[in-house]
C-alpha cells in the first residue's frame, strides 16, 4: 500500500478561475517527492490539501490507508517563511512542538541534541531568531518539524529566499537527516536543479494538472559534483524544454 495517496483532488479558491484538476499521486514509504512548476501553478495549494489544512472539492488524501481530513501530529510542515518565536532561543524553539503537549522527555531532548549536531546548529542553541542568518533560521525550523519524527515532511519551497551557496549546502542536510529518520517528503519547489538533486521521484505541475511524473536515476547519497555530471545536466535539460512546451 502507498504510504500518501492523493487520489482525484480538485480544489480552487472562490475568485479563482482554474484550480487543482483531478490530481492523483501516491508516494511509497521514504520516497523523496518534488513538486515542481511554475509560481501560481497550485504547487502549495496541493501541499495544504495534503497536510490537510484545506479541504477537496473531490477526492481524498489517504495516509497508510486512512483518510486525512485535518492536521495531524505524524505530519510535519515546514513553510517558506520560517515560522519561529523570536522570544524563544534556538533550543526552544526546535522543543516547542513537544513542549505544546508535555514537559520533553529524556528521549525527546536527545533527539533534539542530534537534530542540532546533524544540522549544524550545536554552537547556536542559545540564539534567538533575530541573530540568526536566513539559512540558520531555515535549519532550525527543519529541525522542530523533525522532532517528534513525523512519518511525512511537507516543505513549502523552505531554501527559496537563500543564496545558492546556502542553498545547497542545507539541501544535502535535507537529505541526510530524512535519510537518517527515514521520513517521507513532499517539497515543492520551482527550481529544476533543486527538483533533480533531491528528488527520487518528481511531478510537474501545469495549468492545475500534473503535467509530467518523472523518476531521478542518480545515485543516493546524492553529492556536491553530481550537480555538473553529464546525467544531472542532461534531465536538467529536459525537464526545462518540457516546461516550456506546458507554457
Wanted: negative net charge; aromatic residues 6%; charged residues 15%.
Amino acid at each position: 500500500m502507498p504510504f500518501l495517496q492523493l487520489l482525484n483532488l480538485s480544489y480552487s479558491h472562490p475568485q479563482q478561475k482554474q484550480g487543482l484538476q483531478h490530481i492523483h499521486l501516491e508516494l511509497a514509504k521514504g520516497e523523496f517527492h518534488c513538486l515542481l512548476g511554475r509560481s501560481g501553478c497550485g504547487k502549495s495549494t496541493l501541499l495544504k490539501l495534503a497536510a490537510g489544512l484545506l479541504t477537496p472539492k473531490t477526492g481524498q488524501v489517504l495516509l497508510e490507508g486512512a483518510p486525512l481530513t485535518q492536521p495531524e501530529k505524524q505530519i510535519g510542515f515546514v513553510f517558506q517563511n520560517p515560522t519561529l518565536l523570536d522570544w524563544l532561543t534556538v533550543w526552544d524553539n526546535i522543543l516547542l512542538p513537544a513542549s505544546l503537549h508535555a514537559s520533553p522527555s529524556p528521549l525527546i531532548l536527545e533527539h533534539a541534541q542530534q537534530l542540532l549536531q546533524d544540522l549544524g546548529l550545536s554552537d547556536l542553541m542559545h540564539h534567538y531568531p533575530p541573530q540568526l542568518s536566513g539559512g540558520q533560521q531555515s535549519r532550525v525550523a527543519i529541525a522542530g518539524a523533525l522532532l517528534l519524527q513525523p512519518p511525512l515532511l511537507l516543505m513549502d519551497e523552505p531554501f527559496a529566499a537563500l543564496d545558492a551557496l546556502t542553498r545547497e549546502q542545507l539541501q544535502d542536510n535535507l537529505l541526510h537527516t530524512c535519510s537518517q529518520h527515514q521520513s517521507t517528503v513532499l517539497f515543492v519547489t520551482h527550481d529544476v536543479h533543486e527538483a533533480i538533486y533531491l528528488a527520487d521521484r518528481l511531478s510537474v505541475i501545469e495549468q492545475g494538472h500534473i503535467q509530467h511524473q518523472q523518476e531521478i536515476p542518480l545515485p543516493k547519497p546524492r553529492y556536491d559534483a553530481l550537480r555538473s555530471s553529464a546525467p544531472f545536466t542532461e534531465l536538467a535539460q529536459h525537464l526545462r524544454g518540457l516546461i516550456k512546451q506546458l507554457l
